[in-house]
C-alpha cells in the first residue's frame, strides 16, 4: 500500500518558483495498476519521484509498506522522528524499481550486465546473479538476447530490458515513468501487455506515469488526473470515463473515444459548424444505457433529428462505453426536453456549439452533466 498525504514540491528557479506538486493525497492499493495522467508541466513525473525520495519533497508524508510513513519537513525526509540517512533512503528505494522513457541502459554493457548490474553489491554470487538474469530474461521474454548490446535491439526490447532490470531486486512496486512515449504503437502494445502479465503474475504494485488516456484505457485499474500540480480528479477508470467531472479529464476523455472531434472543432470544418435551431452534442453512454434505443425513443419522442459525425464504442475493463458527437436540429424547447431525457437516462450530454447563441460557430462548451 502506497498512501500519500498533503504533499508539496516547489522548485526554486532564477525565473520564479515552479510549484510541480500540490497539496497531493492519494492512496494506492497493493497489487494494483494505478495511472497518473496529465499534460506536460502536470506535475506527475515530479510525483512519481517523490515517491522514491529521487526528489525530496518539501512537505507533507508518504507511507510506504515496508518502510513505514515518511514525513517531509524542511525539504528533508524523517522516519520514525529522525532524519533518514542515505542508507535508509537507499533501502527504501530497493523495494521500488523505476523504468523510464528513453530506457537509461548502459551501452557499453550487454543485456546480462545492464539487468546484472543492480544486483552487483546485493552480496549474491555470480551463480545467484546469472539464475536471476536468466529468470528475469524468461519473464520479459529475452532469453536469447543475454550476449547483444542495446544498440542491437528495437524500442520495444530496449523497454523490456529496462523492465528486467527494474525488477532484479524484486521490488514490490514498479515506477513507470512514460515509459511507453518513445515507442511505436505495435512496441507500446507489447509492452502494456507485458506490465499487465507482470501484475498478475507477481502481484506487484504498478504505478503508471503517462499523457495518453490510451495507456490508462487500456491496463490501468485507477487513475488520477493532474494539472497545475494539482490532483483534479481521481477513481476507478471506468468511473472516470464514464462520467469524467474535470474539463481536463473531460477533453483527454474525448481525445481517447472521439479522437477527432477536438481537431474538428479547432480547425471550424464545416462538419461541426451549426446554424440556427442546431446543437453541436457530445454524447457519452455508460453501461448502464449501452444498447439501449435511447436515441431514437428520445428522437421520436420530442421530434428532433440527429446527424452523427462521430461515433465510438469500446470495452473498458470489461463494461461497454460509448462516445458520440452529432448535431441536433429542430424545435429549441423538443431539442431541451431531448436532452433533459437522455440525461436522466444516464447519457452524460455535452452541448459544444449552439446555433441560436451568438458567436456559435467558435463557442465554448455551454452545459454538461
Known amino acids: 500500500m502506497i498512501e500519500i498525504r498533503n504533499l508539496n514540491k ?16 492519494i492512496r494506492i492499493g497493493d497489487g494494483v495498476i494505478y495511472g497518473v ?8 513525473s515530479t510525483l512519481v519521484r517523490c515517491l522514491n525520495l529521487l526528489e525530496i519533497p518539501d512537505s507533507g508524508s508518504v507511507t510506504l509498506e515496508g518502510t513505514g510513513e515518511i514525513t517531509l519537513k524542511g525539504g528533508k525526509p524523517y522516519l520514525d522522528g529522525k532524519v533518514m540517512t542515505p542508507r535508509q533512503q537507499n533501502s527504501m528505494r530497493r523495494g521500488i524499481g523505476m523504468i ?3 530506457f537509461n541502459l548502459l551501452d557499453r554493457c550487454t543485456v546480462f550486465e545492464n539487468i546484472a548490474y543492480p544486483l552487483r553489491h546485493t552480496g549474491r554470487s555470480r551463480k545467484e546473479i546469472t539464475q536471476r538474469v536468466r529468470e528475469l530474461l524468461a519473464l520479459v521474454s529475452l532469453e536469447d538476447k ?21 525488477l532484479a531486486a524484486e521490488p514490490r512496486v514498479l515506477l513507470s515513468d512514460e515509459a511507453t512515449s518513445a515507442l511505436d504503437p505495435e512496441a507500446t502494445e507489447s509492452i502494456l501487455v507485458l506490465l499487465q502479465d507482470l501484475n498478475r503474475k507477481l502481484g506487484i504494485t504498478i504505478v503508471l506515469i503517462t499523457h495518453e488516456m490510451a495507456v490508462i484505457r487500456s491496463i490501468a485499474d485507477r487513475v488520477a488526473v493532474m494539472e497545475d500540480g494539482r490532483v483534479v480528479e481521481e477513481g476507478p477508470v471506468y468511473e472516470i ?34 446554424q440556427p435551431g442546431e446543437k453541436l452534442v457530445r454524447l457519452m453512454f455508460r453501461k448502464d444505457c449501452v444498447g439501449e434505443h435511447l436515441l431514437t425513443t428520445a428522437a421520436r419522442r420530442y421530434g428532433f433529428d440527429l446527424n452523427i459525425i462521430l461515433a465510438n464504442s469500446e ?11 452529432g448535431i441536433m436540429s429542430g ?39
Open 37 to 44: 495522467i496529465g499534460y506536460s508541466g502536470a506535475g506527475k
Open 241 to 274: 470515463f464514464a462520467e469524467p467531472k474535470a474539463e481536463i479529464t473531460r477533453k483527454f476523455v474525448s481525445s481517447s473515444l472521439l479522437g477527432k472531434l477536438d481537431r474538428l472543432i479547432a480547425e471550424d470544418s464545416d462538419l461541426v459548424k451549426v
Open 146 to 166: 543475454i550476449d547483444v548490446y542495446p544498440s542491437q535491439l528495437s524500442g520495444g526490447q530496449k523497454q523490456r530490458v529496462a523492465i528486467a532490470r527494474a
Open 315 to 325: 470495452y473498458l475493463r470489461g463494461n461497454p462505453i460509448g462516445g458520440m458527437a
Open 331 to 369: 424545435d429549441r424547447e423538443n431539442i431541451e426536453k431531448g436532452i433533459q431525457f437522455l440525461r436522466q437516462n444516464h447519457v452524460s450530454t455535452e452541448v459544444i456549439r449552439d446555433g441560436d447563441a451568438d458567436g456559435a460557430a467558435c463557442a465554448e462548451p455551454v452545459s454538461v452533466s
Open 10 to 25: 516547489t522548485y526554486h528557479l532564477k525565473t520564479g518558483d515552479v510549484k510541480a506538486v500540490q497539496d497531493v493525497s
Open 100 to 102: 523510464f522513457q528513453h
